[in-house]
């Protein structure tokens, strides 16, 4: 009865946030309060079901690019980057686009977009251009660019801890499906969006516009009063959290803890420049409280054990590496689609454990790599289905630029089935 009950509220919940009727975090906050009220959950589970480590990192990174703002370095890189491209909207794409892929790979994926998100929109709103399918795309490479890595998605971080593969194996094993999904989906979206990104070169009108729009965007940087100061400690702020987060397994300390430091040194340091209260203030928290409901939807799936009936099912599904390899790659890919891909990686840690032992000295390490693939890759298919797709949402959601459910399911459902193929492809030549 409490797995009918669970399923019901997770999808009725999900029906809400697609319908986007009603703010998405009071639906979220809901679904959590009906699984403790129908005690699918205690209350303390409920509690302890909260990823912090994601909320603290979340708030921690808002707060920092907020400060790092009012120093005048996005202004900075948004000029430069409008010179280098001489406003060319496919130049823009493929910067962006790419800039996040590569970011994604050595910072956790959400940190990159929350630093390169509202750069992306300012400078192309500037341009006179629409954003959604600058920003959709950073999406999407954002989670191919985190999977190429150890540290680039949790799932990964996890993965690593269990089997004890290091940063040089992740990249070894994926970087083939990787780039061809990264390939596919630059190319799609080229072509979806053409008429909107093509370059402006034998368009004198568009080329002029362009010009005068670069103009303004330096104009703008050279009215702003800049403090030589303040841009150094940011830059270095920026830069040692980078490099904390790179570090984390050797400094052994949280990526939130290391955020935070950033954060209370520079507002100790920059006082004078920021206005701390200002800054809280621009803390998303509506999407910090989606997350915390989320979880404990998710955590209320897992309690009813279908994930572990689910994981049981994979293992004794076949004994034929390539399928069982097939079968882990699309079950957790259409799964992380729509529930956090945490809980199943958990699930499933020692299941894929427990076939290696079964299989003895045969080489069964394509099992973690295709489980990779598809709890990273797979969270690109709805909104939901990546914490670096809902904060992207919102962070445009509050530049104006109005990403809905459906809008983006309509794309990334099909080029995640065809990103899946790929790496089915990849997992053929390989095993």
Known sequence: MLEYLALGI??????????DYFDKSIIALLGALLMVIFRILTPDEALASIEFETIFLLMAMMILVNIASKSGIFEWVNMRIAALTRGNPLAIFLFFSLLTGIFSAFLDNV????L?????????????RDPKPYVISEIFLSNIGGALTLIGDPPNIIIGGATGFNFLDFVVNLWVPILFSAILVLATLVFKNWKAIKPISGNLTDLVIANIIIRKVKMKFVKKTIHSDFVIKVVLAILVTTV?????????LPNYVIAFTAVIVLGIVASKKVDFHEALRSVEWTTLL?????????AGIEQTGILEDLSLYIANSTSDIFT???IVLWISGIISMVLNNIPFITVMIPVIAGIQAQFGAVDTSILWWALSLGTCLGGNGTLIGASANVVSADLAKKEGVNITFMSYLKFSFPVTIGMLVVCSVYIYFVT
């Open 244 to 252: 904390g987060f790179l570090l984390q397994s050797k400094i052994q």
């Open 10 to 19: 997770f999808g009725i919940a999900f029906i809400f946030i697609i319908i």
């Open 324 to 326: 069982l390899s097939i």
């Open 290 to 298: 989606f997350f915390s409901g989320l979880f404990v939807m998710v």
């Open 111 to 114: 940190t990159t977009v929350i």
């Open 116 to 128: 390169i998100v509202p750069l992306t929109i300012e400078l192309v709103k500037g341009m006179g």
